[in-house]
């Protein structure tokens, strides 16, 4: 199973700062199928990156994300108040499809 | 427009058995696979499993092997989460995915496991 380590824990930023989350993982994603989410409190996590680096439908381009093998990034250009939440990355290239432990991302 | 709605809130006794269930709207049910994917409070996501609703054919996380079983109803576009021998551990809210990446998601269903 491949294992994927978030950081930093927790991320403290200010609105139009740029914000920068990385996921490492234990063994190469195939393809670079790695996808990250964010999720607010009560919601259900929502998809954001897909591909590594493609967004999903509707994800203002804010948001990116890339990295190939065993390092990917989510970049956040210029934080808006809405943005934060916690960010998780999920690998989905081999038939386990783990997910890291999460990025806070909080108000500075 | 795509919807998975999930069952409510259950309650249930350590050692007892909860299924949770997952109703799609909106699509073809048997072309996408479905996921369930839980989360304990204050915690992250935990990867559970994933049905083919063209067939019914599973794949388990390990953790999991042995105590869950997802099935599917194509009659009724809805899949369904049996977890047994709950314990406390199990109290989180489990939610279905649509396929991989999960681009549409359920509600969630709190279930908490008491004495």
């Known amino acids: 199973e491949i294992v994927l380590t978030q950081s930093p824990g927790t991320l403290s930023l200010s609105p139009g700062e740029r914000a920068t989350l990385s996921c490492r993982a234990s063994?190469?994603?195939?393809?670079?199928?790695l996808a990250w989410y964010q999720q607010k409190p009560g919601q259900a996590p929502r998809l954001l990156i897909y591909?590594?680096?493609s967004r999903a439908t509707g994800i203002p381009d804010r948001f990116s994300g890339s990295g190939s093998g065993t390092d990917f990034t989510l970049t956040i250009s210029r934080l808006e108040p809405e943005d934060f939440a916690v960010y998780y990355c999920?690998?989905?290239?081999?038939?386990?499809?783990?997910f890291g432990q999460g990025t806070k991302l909080e108000i500075k | 427009q795509v919807q998975l709605v999930q069952s409510g809130a259950e309650v249930k006794k350590p050692g007892a058995s909860v299924t949770v269930s997952c109703k799609a709207s909106g699509y073809t049910f048997t072309n996408y696979y479905m996921h369930w994917v839980r989360q304990a409070p204050g915690q992250g996501l935990e990867w559970m499993g994933i049905i083919n609703p063209n067939g019914g054919s599973t794949t388990y996380a390990q953790k999991f092997q042995g105590r869950v079983t997802m099935t599917r109803d194509t009659s009724t576009s809805t899949v369904y989460m049996e977890l047994s021998s709950l314990t406390s551990e199990d109290t989180a809210i489990y939610y279905c995915?649509?396929?991989?990446?999960?681009?549409?998601w359920g509600q969630g269903t709190l279930v908490t496991v008491s004495s």
């Open positions: 063994q190469s994603v195939s393809i670079s199928y």
């Open positions: 591909g590594a680096s």
């Open positions: 999920q690998q989905y290239g081999s038939s386990l499809y783990s």
């Open positions: 995915a649509r396929d991989i990446p999960h681009d549409y």
